[in-house]
């Protein structure tokens, strides 16, 4: 399988990352809510925690909608999608000092942590989406650090509508390109 073909099934597989951008969306929008709304407490508990069941609530949409919900084992990809997947849990622990330090920056380093996340999903789903995705969470979590350093929820409100807005962007090149005639010699 060639590099070309096996983005190609991941585009296709996992419709442009729809679901998995859906799911997080409303995590982020949930722990922003309950941050403007409850407490700070309870919103970093609802990303914390709900970010453990983004892949397992995608996996589910995927085969209630049909789909497989996985590549197929001769997809190179199958090792760089298992390896993006841990690394923003692992650099989440970097969240611990800074929310210590300050709890209103937990939110702007943990967009810089989700762009730096996005960024190899350029090459996963051979979209680059991704890289905007990646620019626009890193970006908006530096400025909202420097400029609005005393909102608690800012970031987390404007992560979940980006995640929202890039999941529909996804699906639509996804499901546009599935509907196309294939431009590949072997398709």
Do not use: C
Not at 3 to 13: G, N
Not at 60 to 89: E, H
């Amino acid at each position: 399988m060639d590099i070309y073909d096996a983005q190609r099934e991941v585009r296709s597989v996992y419709i442009g990352g729809f679901w998995g951008q859906l799911v997080s969306s409303v995590i982020w929008l949930v722990s922003a809510a309950l941050g403007t709304w409850v407490t700070p407490k309870a919103s970093v508990l609802a990303i914390v925690i709900g970010g453990f069941f983004i892949f397992p609530l995608t996996q589910m949409l995927l085969r209630l909608s049909g789909r497989r919900a996985s590549v197929s084992r001769a997809n190179p990809f199958n090792s760089l999608g298992r390896q993006v997947a841990f690394v923003l849990p692992f650099s989440m622990l970097l969240l611990v000092p800074v929310g210590l330090y300050n709890l209103n920056l937990f939110f702007p380093a943990l967009m810089v942590l989700l762009g730096a996340h996005y960024l190899p999903f350029a090459t996963l789903y051979g979209m680059r989406m991704f890289l905007f995705l990646a620019g626009i969470l890193i970006a908006v979590g530096v400025v909202i650090a420097h400029y609005f350093p005393g909102t608690f929820s800012l970031d987390a409100w404007v992560g979940g509508l980006a995640l929202f807005v890039f999941a529909w962007m996804g699906r639509a090149i996804a499901v546009g390109e599935a509907s196309a005639p294939s431009t590949h010699w072997f398709a």
